[in-house]
């Protein structure tokens, strides 16, 4: 199935979709009723959804059901939850359904000379992508997916520790639902017990001495199905095995709370501004990790960031500094 008719076929499901979200018991004819077909009609669009995971349960002699429910994504309910500050700073907010990449879409709407303060959420990307070049596993309403455009005058230098001030960005709106034991691991992850829980991606374009844009892509694992869990190279976790009953409507709220203001503000306060607050989440602070390129790697013990978000490694008592880019950071057991 294309991308786009996937997309068409997700917008003809949401009806029903809206319907089963409870995870309550409905029959063929109570959902016939609701949406105005015949039963027969019902069942065709009940067929449809194994392709988007959503797993569809008979309950025999009473009807169908979504097992757990969806909390699907809805505006009103997110917007009503915006602080003035996001209100007056957000551009536009869009929902998707499903779309190939968040952070492709808004980067092509930078591009054309659009999408500054554009936030765009999607309950399933069928693309999307994590640093590094990996995938990112998406299962549909599994998840927060958000890219954020802005535009910024003075270079890309303005935006040295950005990914790091957004890791700690999202710590604030997890503090807001009390998740515990939130890290952030350099340069652009949140971690979870040990487990990875959120990753970031900036991608930029435009002029990168004079005036560019910053696309914020941010990936979180809100309840991850078993089902997903071959696809993800790496340990991971989710909201729900730490925090159930978030409501995926409210976060999405409270991270634009945080992040639209610190977006407006940080060519002025920069990285320094969120230095101290990173550094006491540090999940690797004092110990002894290895960070690999890809022709190269530097064992030592970790030893917080600079004032650029610069990773500062203490390798054998010598002080060494490392930027983002093509590296990765790994612990050391």
């Known amino acids: 199935m294309s991308t786009s008719t996937a997309k068409n076929a997700l917008q003809q499901l949401r009806p029903v979709l809206e319907l089963l979200a409870d995870g309550e018991v409905h029959s063929g004819e109570s959902l016939g009723t609701a949406l105005g077909v015949s039963r027969a009609a019902v069942w065709k669009q009940l067929q449809k959804l194994e392709p988007f995971g959503l797993a569809l349960e008979s309950v025999k002699g009473r009807g169908y059901r979504l097992a757990g429910g969806l909390n699907l994504l809805q505006r009103g309910t997110i917007e009503g939850a915006l602080a003035p500050a996001a209100q007056r700073l957000l551009g536009e907010l869009v929902l998707c359904d499903q779309v190939d990449s968040t952070n492709a879409q808004v980067l092509g709407m930078l591009e054309r000379g659009a999408g500054h303060g554009v936030a765009m959420f999607a309950e399933q990307q069928t693309a999307g992508r994590g640093r590094r070049g ?64 959120a990753g970031v991606l900036l991608e930029l374009s435009g002029d990168l001495t004079d005036r560019c844009a910053v696309v914020v892509g941010i990936g979180l694992n809100v309840g991850l199905p078993q089902s997903s869990a071959a696809a993800i190279d790496q340990p991971w976790i989710d909201l729900n095995t730490v925090r159930p009953g978030i409501d995926r409507n409210l976060l999405a709220a409270a991270m634009l709370n945080e992040l639209l203001p610190l977006l407006e503000s940080y060519p002025a306060r920069g990285f320094a501004a969120y230095r101290d607050e990173w550094q006491a989440l540090d999940q690797f602070a004092g110990q002894q990790v290895r960070l690999h390129s890809v022709q190269h790697e530097w064992c030592g013990v970790a030893s917080g960031v600079d004032d650029s978000g610069a990773l500062i490694l203490n390798v054998d008592g010598d002080r060494r500094v490392f930027h983002g880019g093509e590296v990765s950071l790994r612990g050391v057991e």
């Open 134 to 197: 990996r995938s990112w596993v998406s299962p549909f309403s599994g998840g927060i997916n958000l890219s954020i455009g802005w535009q910024f005058a003075g270079g890309v230098q303005l935006l040295e520790g950005l990914s790091l001030a957004v890791g700690v960005a999202l710590a604030r709106a997890l503090a807001s639902f009390d998740v515990p034991d939130v890290r952030l691991k350099w340069p652009n992850d949140v971690w979870c017990r040990g487990r990875k829980l």
